[in-house]
């Protein structure tokens, strides 16, 4: 290699202490969450009898029969058959839900509860207020309990009804074929999920990437499009903008499924790809909902970015750790959604806390005069962006000191023989 390009490289291999300093705290970062993770996972074992007892009142004596399976009788002389409660579990919006089933000796269902969630709190009320659960009463363990047929879901909180359908469905159906001897409907495949929101993802994955790639004088208004497509279809149709709880879901390990959350997967593995090609952040300025409505908002007060240079370094800082606290509560608590100070469901739903509606209001307002106030000082998802393309650029450091020490290496290895000879 040309000892120019030797030099190039070694020039391109340093780093400024600010950096190296990031990157020190990025490796305590990620032991911090190791060590949350550990921590939340202990503490996540409970006592499950209060549940169960609720599940199936009448009985006075429960006895475990296999690990999630308990025959339930009048007393504990174990004389009269009362029924059985078995536990069922699924992946919701949130992360894994938890569900008892209590089953009488004919094999209908008499009583359901939910033993855990990670379901946004004013999402799964929604569900519960529209007596979702009762729909389940009375009917037998060998029903299908498919959304749109035997059960109707509830509007605006599909993925959470589902969840807790296919909870019941396989709470049900191991009483039915290993308590009671009852034929039982093979478990449904579930359709794929493919219809216009993933179709928009990708024609706005490419819109981006032409737009970026290609400047030219229609780039604004493409990227225009592009946003206003997102605020209103990803934002208020679909409610799907991409939030802390969804990463927060990954670290705890509750992946999506590829037939039932295609939408996700395009979405975060576009950005990581993109992230990882040309190191820009193709959601968040281009087809981010809420970053659209405060763009919009923006256009029409007129917003600038006035912060003082002496308060930015402060307020990146104050955005990661805010974001940083969120995630280590939600990996100690394992519960994706209980530290998410996001205020989407309030613009997009109508569904969150006083604290969330007044939180919205204050930045929808700040919006007017200041260019995407939430995005630059609140937002959890540019501290993962920035995490991600630090985590990039290391390992293209590292591997550019890695190519620098083999020629090294070649030269002088080359050098000695040409001396030799």
């Known amino acids: 290699m040309k000892l120019s390009n030797i030099a190039n490289m070694n020039a391109a291999s340093k780093e400024d202490p600010s950096t190296r300093t990031e990157r020190i705290l990025a490796v305590c970062a990620i032991a911090m969450m190791i060590g949350a993770w550990f921590v939340g996972f202990y ?30 009788w009048e007393d504990d002389t174990q004389d009269r058959l009362m029924g059985f409660v078995s536990t069922g579990t699924a992946h919701g919006y949130g992360g894994q839900m938890s569900v008892a089933v209590g089953v009488d000796t004919a094999g209908t269902i008499v009583g359901l509860t939910i033993i855990d969630h990670k379901e946004t709190a004013s999402f799964l009320r929604r569900v519960l207020r529209r007596n979702f659960l009762e729909q389940f009463v009375g009917q037998t ?80 208004i493409l990227r225009w499009a592009s946003m206003l497509t997102g605020l209103i279809f990803l934002g208020f149709v679909f409610n799907r903008p991409l939030t802390l709880t969804v990463i927060n879901r990954l670290l705890l390990g509750f992946w999506p499924q590829w037939r039932l959350d295609l939408y996700w997967i395009i979405l975060l593995v576009g950005i990581v790809f993109v992230l990882n090609a040309d190191n820009k952040n193709p959601y968040c300025e281009w087809f981010c909902p809420f970053g659209a409505a405060q763009e919009c908002l923006g256009a029409i007060g007129g917003a600038r970015v006035p912060t003082p240079e002496r308060l930015r370094t402060p307020l990146k800082w104050f955005q990661r750790i805010l974001a940083f606290s969120a995630i280590i509560v939600a990996l100690i608590y394992r519960n994706p959604s209980v530290s998410s100070y996001e205020v989407f469901g309030a613009l997009f739903h109508l569904i969150g806390s006083n604290w969330q509606f007044g939180l919205l209001a204050v930045v929808l307002v700040t919006s007017l005069f200041l260019k995407r106030p939430w995005c630059r000082y609140l937002c959890p998802l540019r501290p993962v962006v920035d995490f991600i393309r630090l985590i990039r650029n290391w390992t293209k450091h590292l591997y550019q000191k890695w190519i620098l020490s083999m020629n090294r290496r070649h030269a002088m290895q080359t050098t000695e023989s040409n001396y030799r000879s």
């Open 141 to 220: 363990v060998n029903d299908a309990f498919l959304l749109g047929q035997d059960i109707q879901g509830v509007t605006g909180a599909t993925v959470s009804s589902r969840a807790l359908a296919e909870c019941i469905r396989r709470a049900s159906r191991r009483i039915a074929s290993r308590n009671l001897g009852l034929p039982v409907i093979p478990e449904p495949s579930p359709p794929t999920q493919w219809g216009l929101p993933e179709s928009l993802l990708i024609v706005m994955f490419v819109t981006g990437f032409i737009g970026r790639a290609h400047r030219f004088k229609y780039t604004n």
């Open 43 to 72: 503490r996540a074992e409970g006592d499950l009898q209060s549940y169960l007892e609720r599940t199936l009142p009448e009985a006075g004596f429960l006895k475990l029969t296999e690990k999630t399976t308990y025959t339930a």
